[in-house]
């Protein structure tokens, strides 16, 4: 059974950084596609940055302030988030993808940006 487990949220100043992480059980990472995405309060989940293999792309709104990486030998995901906002305060959601196994979702990690 394929299960995400994400830390590292909490509360930080603007302009402050938090470290993500998305531990993967049940499955190897390798050939996923592993993405996090976004949820504030009254909004729809957003997408917000994804890694297939050596390849990433980023929303506009985080380019240049967040990166994602991955380490398969530990079977996590990370998102470096610098440069905060207020306006990135949200749940995080961790997400993989298999195209033989399917899509997958973590619970989620609260981040809050505030003074």
């Known amino acids: 059974q394929v299960r995400l487990v994400e830390s590292g949220g909490g509360l930080v100043q603007p302009g402050g950084s938090l470290r993500l992480s998305c531990a993967v059980s049940?499955?190897?990472?390798?050939?996923?596609?592993m993405g996090w995405y976004r949820q504030a309060p009254g909004k729809e989940r957003e997408w917000v940055a994804d890694?297939?293999?050596?390849?990433?792309t980023y929303s506009d709104s985080v380019k240049g302030r967040f990166t994602i990486s991955r380490d398969d030998a530990k079977n996590t995901v990370y998102l470096q988030m610098n440069s905060l906002k207020p306006k990135d305060a949200a749940v995080y959601y961790c997400?993989?993808?298999?195209?033989?196994?399917?899509?997958?979702w973590g619970q989620g990690t609260q981040v809050t940006v505030s003074s």
């Open positions: 997400n993989a993808f298999w195209i033989w196994k399917g899509n997958y």
């Open positions: 049940g499955n190897s990472l390798s050939r996923s596609s």
């Open positions: 890694i297939t293999g050596g390849s990433v």
